[in-house]
């Protein structure tokens, strides 16, 4: 993570100044890089300048631990506050999601970008309720402290906020995510109101939205010259609407910058430069697995599918040549 690079005019001078005041004048920079929840696992706990509440579940049952500690949407709103940027994986499976749970990323998607990393699809556009309902359910069950917001996929929400609601349910109810996100701004809002006032938490997803790949005429970079005025307008209509974040894809990092500064509710960014108030990349990408292009916005943290390459080759040689199995791997009488 680097150290805040919003940049420092207009409404966020005035914002960055109250809250380093009410922090205290000898307290670090608000541009010193900090994460969302420092040491979950009782490695010195930092959350937002404060201490964390242990939090009871209202109704009980579920577990022995009572205290339950997991990011929250409200979380979001006072790590913008606060200038501690956010940060995002997509999953889609148990083992990747605790890895990136234990390593304390702040929430999970469980992308639709699965249509392509999952199951093979040149696009997002077949991917079905049904195909992401297991996949969030797993990722659930390998978090315990990042949020898993569940992508709703095309199809499932564009007839209205009828059938929007009736997915976002589905959604809570059979996979235990703790929020969902939709594409679209302005197009989208009455959506987005009404799963929110549903009591359902909304991540929002403007700018370039794969699910539009054929309307948009590719996988073009969204908000450039007029395109900013419609950019702006996606951003408010989806902050009036209620969501509590709002991605924004591919978009140049000075108009991802003014739209940090103009809502209040925290920018997400994939491609969408430094300003932004978090980071999210689709895994896969991040961490070398996927093969072939990548998109000049995502820097890679491993080479997974060079590694795995490399086991698999040996293991064939080892199992030809008789190397594997070896005797400590045989059970005796
Ligand atoms: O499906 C996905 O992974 C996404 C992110 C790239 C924002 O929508």
Request: glycine letters at 12%; aromatic letters at 6%; charged letters at 25%.
């Amino acid at each position: 993570m680097g150290g805040d690079c919003r940049p420092h005019r207009g409404t966020s001078r005035g914002r960055a100044t109250k809250t380093q005041a009410a922090r205290g004048g000898d307290r670090a920079p608000i541009s010193a890089p900090r994460r969302l929840d420092r040491g979950f696992r009782g490695r010195g706990r930092e959350v937002y300048g404060g201490p964390v509440t242990d939090e009871q579940r209202p109704y009980g049952g579920g577990t022995s631990d009572p205290a339950l500690k997991r990011v929250r949407t409200r979380h979001f709103q006072r790590a913008k506050e606060q200038g501690i940027k956010i940060t995002g994986l997509t999953s889609y499976d148990y083992l990747s999601a605790s890895i990136f749970d234990e390593a304390g990323i702040d929430f999970l998607l469980v992308g639709d970008s699965a249509g392509n990393t999952v199951f093979g699809y040149d696009t997002t556009i077949p991917v079905t309720v049904d195909q992401l309902i297991p996949l969030t359910a797993a990722v659930v069950r390998g978090a315990s402290r990042a949020l898993v917001i569940a992508d709703m996929p095309f199809g499932s929400y564009e007839n209205g906020p009828d059938e929007a609601l009736r997915t976002a349910l589905r959604f809570m109810k059979e996979t235990g995510a703790q929020a969902v996100k939709l594409e679209g701004g302005v197009r989208s809002a009455p959506q987005i109101t009404r799963i929110v006032s549903a009591g359902i938490p909304v991540m929002g997803h403007i700018g370039f939205t794969p699910q539009s790949e054929h309307g948009l005429g590719g996988h073009i970079i969204q908000g450039r010259g007029e395109g900013a005025q419609q950019l702006l307008a996606d951003a408010h209509a989806v902050e009036e609407a209620g969501a509590f974040a709002v991605v924004m894809e591919m978009v140049p990092s000075e108009i991802a910058g003014q739209v940090t500064e103009e809502l209040s509710i925290p920018t997400i960014s994939v491609g969408a430069g430094p300003h932004c108030d978090g980071q999210l990349l689709v895994w896969s990408d991040w961490a070398g697995f996927t093969r072939g292009r990548i998109p000049r916005f995502v820097k890679q943290y491993a080479q997974i599918a060079d590694a795995l390459l490399d086991a698999a080759n040996a293991f064939r040689e080892e199992v030809e040549s008789g190397v594997y199995p070896a005797p400590e791997h045989e059970y005796s009488e």
